[in-house]
């Protein structure tokens, strides 16, 4: 697809794979907005890349409404969403509680199922679209103390098989990425962006990917990536 005048909605975008995402598709001449719950480094993420940006936390109904009302008004149409926004969790299962899975799943699982819905209306009418859910190797493997992301990243992958089963008959692509670690400010308290180190992923490496197939031709998708550092070790 032209990426130029596309008209995207990145949940998430205020840092780390979503920001770098939305800077991308910036540069090629898309128009996005991006969602956060942090409202002053939404705003002054926005301010730096050049977006839209639209004070909503995926995890409520209010703010799945509220990112919506900005697409029809600020956007007029959707090309694109990007279900980014995520939250991680690390517990052993000994110590699992209801409410840590209920905290996780209303962000990764039912949010990105809400944002999905209501995309999914506008792209079944209009007979396109695609849908980018960033996932995580978590949705492949689990691993010590992974009970609730995992379960939530794997419960989103197979919402997307789900999605690309569906909407395929209306030209929707659906691409599910599993990004391997990314030194962003996922799962730190401070919510800082951790520094970079040489030789793991960064943020531009999984934007990249995205807008890579992105650019295919619409007769095309890909339904799966998975992107690992080559040498973390
Ligand atoms: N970093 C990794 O190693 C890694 C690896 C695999 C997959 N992932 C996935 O990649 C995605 C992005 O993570 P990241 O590494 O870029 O982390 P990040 O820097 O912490 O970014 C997360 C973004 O999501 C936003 N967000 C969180 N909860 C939200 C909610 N309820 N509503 C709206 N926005 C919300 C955050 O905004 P606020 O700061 O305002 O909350 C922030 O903009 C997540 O889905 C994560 O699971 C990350």
Redesign the pocket.
């Known amino acids: 697809m032209k990426l130029k005048g596309a008209k995207v909605l990145v ?8 920001k770098a995402t939305a800077e991308l598709l910036i540069q090629e001449g898309a128009e996005v907005l991006i ?4 409202e002053q ?2 705003k002054s993420a926005a301010k730096e890349i050049g977006a839209v940006p639209v004070h ?4 409520t109904d209010e ?1 799945v409404e509220r990112a919506y009302d900005a697409v029809g008004e600020r956007l007029n149409g959707l090309d694109i969403l990007v279900n ?5 969790s690390r517990k052993p299962v000994d110590e699992l509680t209801r409410k840590d899975f209920q905290e996780v799943f209303d ?2 699982v039912f ?1 990105a199922a809400m944002m999905a819905a209501k995309a999914s209306a506008i792209f079944k009418k209009q007979k396109h679209g695609n849908i980018i859910n ?4 978590a949705s492949l493997k689990g691993y010590p103390t992974g009970s609730v992301y995992t379960a939530s990243k794997f419960g989103l992958r197979a919402m997307s098989q789900c999605w690309q089963a569906e909407l395929r008959p209306y030209n929707v692509r659906v691409l599910h990425i599993n ?4 030194t ?3 799962g730190q308290e401070s ?1 800082r ?1 951790r520094p970079e180190e040489p030789q793991k992923l960064t ?1 531009v490496e999984i934007a990249h990917a995205i807008l890579s197939a992105l650019k295919m031709d619409n007769r095309g998708f890909i339904p799966e990536l998975t992107v690992w550092a080559t040498n973390p070790f």
């Open positions: 949940t998430g975008g205020s840092s780390g794979i979503g969602t956060g719950r942090d480094k939404l909503a936390d995926v995890s703010g980014n926004a995520g939250i991680g962000v990764n949010g960033v996932g995580s190797t990004p391997s670690e990314v962003t400010a996922f919510r962006e943020a």
